[in-house]
């Protein structure tokens, strides 16, 4: 008998697809019934083959352009995608696997993981395509009623692959290129660009330049207080004949832009009486669109404090793994006209849940459907403005538990659903001119008449600007009080994550031509699935940097932008090439472009960019360079910035301005000037490419070198303490422990007699280790929850806390995971797969006795976890902390390393 195989882009989709399918047993990492053989990638399997793996050693102009002649060659992502790339080709080459479903998620990346896969197997066998909005139950079977032909998805394929080969023909040579440009007088300094990341850092950068640019001005405001028969009302001046100078967007009807000026207003005015006139209309106002992804971003962002990766993570569980959301990374905000059904049956099911979860939507549910409010309507149903996915909404199954993130996306998403299907709300506008010799005051009010849409956000109150008093027509006011009010004009506001996001999906605004505007109004830079990855790639590489909830572009990025400006590399700096690709990528998937024109062009442009910084032969780069406010360390003179360096002006006295690949913010070489020391600091990057921390210091020869903290050994001179204050004490010895450059360390493991060898680094795994937590690591043995380390291995972060140990060293602990909610997950798995083995009949026998075994084991646990609750309850909670302090520890290759 022939089988068709299913291949699903996680492992948890292929267990949704077999348990909606049903007839499935399960056969280590794939399933199997009479009917299909299904397995899953693990995301992305395989990757495009980089220079690096064929040429060796340091990145320089003689390896460049590297562009392959032929088909791009593809390897494993990594390690551990060999074995699941085994599996999959193994299926794959089965001589009763005739056929191949693509189930992998409905976009390009899904498309791009599945065909990788497919050529790296060198099968050829007839395909077609499951399309999938939802996973839930009913969703999956329709999708597979519906599969859609190979020949149908040959253009999205083809635009797949051309994006992922253009990004990396830019990125590839882009960033050996201007790598290799900044590595000319030594060193290595590592220049990531990339054809969507560094337009978005040049947004970013533009905002920051204006900012650093702007010049407060003072205006003023005139504001009075009026009398009336009814109480007191406030107004403010205005100049009724004030028209918009698009020269000058500071100026607004309301500034005066001297003091005399208010002042004339203030004394022409004071005690007088005044005119009321009044003005009152009506004003609705609709709900806000459905979420698509950037939108949900945003919001969370805004309302939550949400970075856009934390979202989109958060949106796919609730897609995935609860059934809860239709798939997130969609950029479309509207639904299919022929929805209307479904999103009857999604009111139904939310009126009739009782999960804790949905007690905030039953009752709004119930009031849609018996209203009638979900009719035909293109503000939500229409089929033009939905792409490959439409608008993120809920699904049919209302989850019963989520974490306290995941309820607030949940909870988002399920009220911006029913918002958009209630009338909208009702304003009563008034608008007060008050006059007084010959000068205006207005008054503004805004009260809500029908709250509509807003009741679901319980706003159901007129609220504070309901609290206008009422005046009669022609009423005569007297003046009670007047001042003028001085204010200051404000730069703009730095990008968030949300304001970020926004500016990149509108990018389309800052291009010229019609035609590119028009392509990017669709998408922007990037898309929905890639932003968050784009914004944390830039906090990754140390171009952008967090500052509450502000990003600031680091010294990097701005040497990033001079490096591109000089060498007239634009196409990197604005959005115009992706507004270009994007336009063709559209094309292509429409079946209008053929890829091929379009790779050559990539590949002109990939040549354009290497030539211009290998052929640049300036001893600099033209730039806005800083001039130091602290004198030159060796002659007093003035230090200026550079390109590579800041020097003094009048000697030779020079520092590079990216000493281990680490690039100095302004502040901290005024700092290293004033006080010769600097740090410790994380960051810089060793000639192995491994991170390390140091301090900075300049000699007394005025050269800059590291100091590793490790000057301190026994041929060491001893260090006096007296007069510092010590951070607690010694978990060894009992003697104080004091800040010793990049050591914590015992007063006696450095004194003339060394009777103690206390130390623990001030920098462990890239984490700054504060003296206040340092303090409260010797009181009470343990730190609070430290977010900053980063793996040596994996180069992942993660999270720890550092406590002593009885020997007093230092080691981690890790949150430990709910072991409760971890023992049902593997019950149901394990209950699921022998119901699943026992459909064959030549496996009952066996699932029979399996499950007898099982069920002893499960009550002999039952009674002796009954019998002591409390101690294995106690017992457990311990080995699950050491059990994931040991998982996690054995990722950290450095545990033994100085800095502990």
Avoid at 50 to 65: C, E, I, T, Y
Avoid at 490 to 515: C, F, H, I, Q
Avoid at 657 to 683: D, Q
């Amino acid at each position: 008998m022939t089988k068709t195989l299913i291949i699903a882009e996680k492992p948890s989709v292929a267990l949704d697809i077999s348990r909606a399918l049903g007839g499935f047993s399960r056969e280590g990492d794939y399933f199997e019934s009479d009917e299909y053989v299904l397995s899953s990638s693990v995301g992305h399997l395989l990757t495009l083959t980089n220079p690096d793996d064929v040429v060796r050693g340091k990145w320089s102009f003689a390896h460049l352009p590297a562009i392959p002649a032929k088909e791009f060659d593809l390897k494993p992502s990594d390690k551990k995608s060999t074995e699941r790339l085994k599996l999959l080709v193994k299926l794959l080459k089965r001589k009763d696997v005739t056929a191949i479903i693509n189930a992998c998620d409905a976009g390009r990346e899904g498309e791009l993981i599945f065909r990788y896969i497919v050529q790296y197997s060198g099968v050829k066998k007839p395909i077609k395509r499951l399309w999938l909005q939802s996973m839930t139950k009913t969703a999956i079977v329709e999708a597979f009623e519906n599969l859609r032909d190979d020949d149908a998805m040959k253009p999205l394929e083809a635009a797949a692959r051309s994006r992922a080969e253009a990004d990396w023909l830019i990125g590839i040579n882009g960033t050996r290129a201007m790598t290799a440009f900044n590595s000319k007088e030594g060193g290595f300094f590592k220049t990531p660009i990339g054809r969507v990341q560094t337009p978005t850092l040049a947004i970013v950068c533009e905002r920051e330049e204006k900012i650093r640019a702007f010049q407060s001005r003072d205006y003023w405001e005139v504001h009075a207080t009026f009398v009336a028969a009814a109480g007191l009302y406030e107004g403010r001046w205005f100049d009724p004949s004030f028209k918009k100078d698009e020269h000058d967007p500071e100026k607004k009807d309301s500034r005066l832009w001297s003091l005399a000026s208010a002042q004339s207003v203030v004394a022409a005015c004071r005690g007088k009486n005044g005119t009321v006139t009044e003005e009152s209309k009506p004003s609705t106002q609709m709900s806000p669109a459905l979420f698509d992804l950037t939108s949900l971003q945003r919001e969370a962002n805004s309302k939550f404090g949400f970075t856009a990766k934390t979202t989109l993570a958060l949106a796919q569980t609730l897609y995935e793994r609860h059934k809860a959301l239709t798939y997130p990374r969609t950029d479309s905000r509207y639904l299919p006209e022929d929805y209307l059904g479904t999103v009857r049956q999604t009111f139904d099911t939310l009126s009739a849940s009782d999960s804790h979860l949905n007690r905030g939507h039953k009752e709004f549910a119930g009031k849609i459907l018996a209203n009638g409010w979900v009719k035909p309507n293109r503000r939500i149903f229409d089929n033009k403005k939905v792409s490959d996915h439409f608008a993120i909404i809920p699904t049919l199954q209302v989850p019963k538990e989520l974490s306290e993130a995941e309820a607030k996306i949940y909870d988002l998403v399920t009220k911006r659903f029913m918002a958009v299907f209630f009338p909208p709300a009702e304003y009563r506008i008034t608008t007060r001119i008050t006059e007084v010799s010959q000068h205006r005051f207005k008054t503004e009010g805004k009260v809500l008449v029908k709250p509509g849409w807003l009741e679901i956000y319980g706003k159901e109150s007129q609220g504070d600007d309901a609290n206008l008093i009422p005046v009669a027509d022609s009423e005569s006011v007297r003046t009670e009080d007047i001042a003028p009010k001085a204010l200051q004009t404000k730069p703009p506001a730095r990008y968030t994550e949300a304001t970020l996001l926004s500016a990149m999906e509108g990018a389309g605004k800052l291009v010229d031509d019609d035609e590119l505007r028009e392509a990017m109004s669709e998408r922007g830079l990037g898309t929905p699935a890639t932003r968050a990855t784009i914004i944390e790639g830039l906090l990754n590489e140390h171009y952008l940097r967090r500052e509450g909830r502000e990003l600031v572009p680091s010294a990097k990025a701005r040497q990033l932008m001079t490096l591109l400006t000089g060498l007239n590399v634009k196409e990197l700096t604005s959005p115009e090439l992706t507004g270009e690709w994007e336009h063709k990528l559209k094309q292509m998937e429409q079946g209008k472009l053929d890829r091929a024109a379009f790779m050559r062009d990539i590949a002109q442009t990939t040549q354009v960019i290497v030539k211009r910084a290998k052929e640049y032969e300036q001893a600099t780069i033209p730039g806005d360079y800083a001039t130091l406010q602290t004198p030159c360390p060796q002659c007093g003179s003035v230090v200026k910035e550079n390109y590579r360096r800041y020097a003094c002006t009048q000697c030779d006295f020079s520092i590079t301005k990216h000493p281990g690949g680490r690039t100095f913010e302004i502040p901290e070489v005024e700092e290293l000037l004033e006080k010769k020391t600097l740090g410790p600091l994380s960051g810089f990057i060793s000639k192995m490419g491994r991170p390390f921390s140091a301090i900075l210091r300049i000699t007394d020869e005025n050269k800059l070198e590291f100091d590793f903290g490790q000057n301190n050994e026994d041929d060491a001179e001893p260090v006096d303490f007296t007069g510092q204050t010590a951070l607690g004490k010694c978990p060894k010895c009992g003697a104080g422990v004091f800040d010793n450059g990049m050591n914590y360390v015992c007063e006696k493991s450095v004194a003339q007699e060394k009777s103690c060898d206390f130390k623990s680094g001030k920098v462990i795994l890239q984490q700054e280790i504060p003296g206040l937590q340092m303090t409260k690591l010797l009181e009470s043995g343990k730190t609070d929850l430290l977010d900053g380390f980063v793996s040596n291995r994996t180069n992942r972060k993660f999270k720890a806390f550092l406590t002593l140990q009885e020997n007093g060293k230092i080691g981690f602990e890790f949150e430990p995971r709910p072991a409760k909610a971890a023992s049902k997950t593997a019950a149901k798995k394990a209950a699921k797969t022998t119901a699943d083995a026992a459909d064959k009949p030549t496996a009952k026998k066996a699932a029979a006795k399996k499950a007898t075994k099982t069920a002893s084991k499960t009550a002999t646990k039952t009674a002796a976890k009954k019998a002591t609750k409390t101690a294995a309850k106690k017992a457990a909670t311990k080995t699950a902390v050491k059990s994931t302090t040991r998982k996690l520890a054995s990722d950290i290759p450095d545990d033994d390393d100085p800095a502990f």
